[in-house]
């Protein structure tokens, strides 16, 4: 069964201060791992998809990298404005769906 | 486009009694899902078409939840009947390719059973 564990749970920085979130996989032959941001209330918005090992992509402030057992996404010299929870998940091979991590919440301090 | 859109945004209901959800997808989009999210199990895929054709219901809890996809516009999530364990946030997604790339999420209904 593909599983997808995010940690940490709950991350608070400071404006300015860069970090990364982590993914860490287990899947049947990765077809595909998504980023999503989540804000309350609100939801999920796609970030980024990464295919294979090695690849990687970036919109900002972010960058996510892949490798065969985990992904990044790093966050460099945040504001506050990038403060949700972040999700990452997984499709796998004979599966039609995508699983999902619990996520990191990420609170970024003026 | 205005996105994904669902209703009702927040229902409350007691115990026993039918809901129903409700979900249009971006126009020109031929796959849809309906996701569960609670605290405890974050994230959970109920059931996904394709074309407006059910294709995998592995996630739908139990027999009270069904979902329907009459034409390419328009979904229905029903629970029935409900339960305090089925209170969660419902999301419906659409994507515009068979393939699971990037889906679009609607806001979301809140559901309360009492």
């Known amino acids: 069964e593909d599983q997808v564990t995010q940690s940490p749970e709950a991350l608070r920085l400071q404006e300015g201060e860069s970090s990364s979130l982590n993914c860490s996989y287990t899947?049947?032959?990765?077809?595909?791992l998504f980023w999503y941001r989540q804000d309350p209330g609100k939801g999920p918005e796609f970030l980024f998809t990464?295919?294979?090992a090695g690849e990687e992509k970036e919109k900002e402030r972010l960058k996510a990298t892949l490798t065969k057992k985990e992904s990044f996404l790093h966050i460099t010299a945040p504001k506050p404005e990038d403060s949700a929870t972040y999700l990452c998940?997984?499709?796998?091979?004979?599966?039609?769906?995508?699983?999902f991590g619990q996520g990191t919440r990420l609170t970024i301090n003026p | 486009d205005a996105g994904v859109i669902q209703s009702p945004r927040h229902e409350v209901t007691e115990m026993g009694q039918e809901v129903t959800l409700r979900c249009k997808p971006i126009?020109?989009?031929?796959?849809l899902f309906w996701y569960r999210q609670t605290m405890m199990r974050g994230l959970e895929l109920l059931i996904y078409?394709?074309?407006?054709?059910?294709?995998?219901d592995s996630g739908m809890p139990e027999d009270r939840f069904s979902a329907k996809m009459p034409n390419a516009s328009f979904s229905t999530l029903k629970i029935q009947p409900s339960e305090p364990r089925d209170s969660a946030v419902y999301f419906c997604a659409s994507s515009p390719a068979r393939e699971l790339t990037e889906a679009f999420f609607g806001q979301g209904t809140r559901l309360t059973v009492v």
């Open positions: 078409f394709n074309n407006n054709v059910p294709i995998d």
């Open positions: 998940a997984v499709h796998g091979q004979g599966a039609q769906k995508l699983v």
């Open positions: 899947v049947s032959g990765l077809r595909g």
């Open positions: 126009s020109g989009h031929n796959s």
């Open positions: 990464l295919y294979s």
